[in-house]
């Protein structure tokens, strides 16, 4: 089994602003599930916004440390993106966004992207 650390050009790992991590002892139903949904969440957006330049991108949360069943479960504080770099396109200064005729993707692409984008 190959490591994460091996498969990707570049890594970097963010910490996880505190508001938005759940305490392990938080078991409310809207909280279920939460730090799996930011990491989604965080992926496809960086997928959206930079698919041609990162042709593969993968965002995993921190390993949670084994604990006793007298204690409470750590929680993952960190996310780690790995991720490969399209060489052609990675340093274009330009983001090309879709043809003005395919409505969705251009409100999509004006969505993501709000003052910087030009159709």
Not at 8 to 34: C, G, M, S, T, Y
Not at 49 to 77: E, N
Request: charged share 30%; net charge negative; glycine share 2%.
């Amino acid at each position: 089994k190959i490591p994460f650390d091996f498969k990707f050009d570049q890594i970097i790992h963010v910490d996880v602003p505190l508001l938005l991590v759940v305490p392990a002892d938080d078991h409310r139903i809207e909280n279920r599930n939460k730090d799996q949904k930011l990491i989604s969440d965080l992926q496809r957006t960086l997928e959206a916004a930079l698919q041609d330049r990162l042709p593969l991108i993968v965002c995993k949360s921190s390993s949670v440390q084994t604990w006793t069943l007298a204690s409470a479960p750590s929680v993952p504080t960190t996310i780690s993106i790995g991720f490969i770099v399209d060489n052609k396109n990675a340093f274009n200064p330009l983001e090309r966004g879709p043809s003005a005729e395919d409505k969705e993707a251009s409100d999509h692409f004006q969505k993501l992207w709000k003052e910087k984008c030009e159709l």
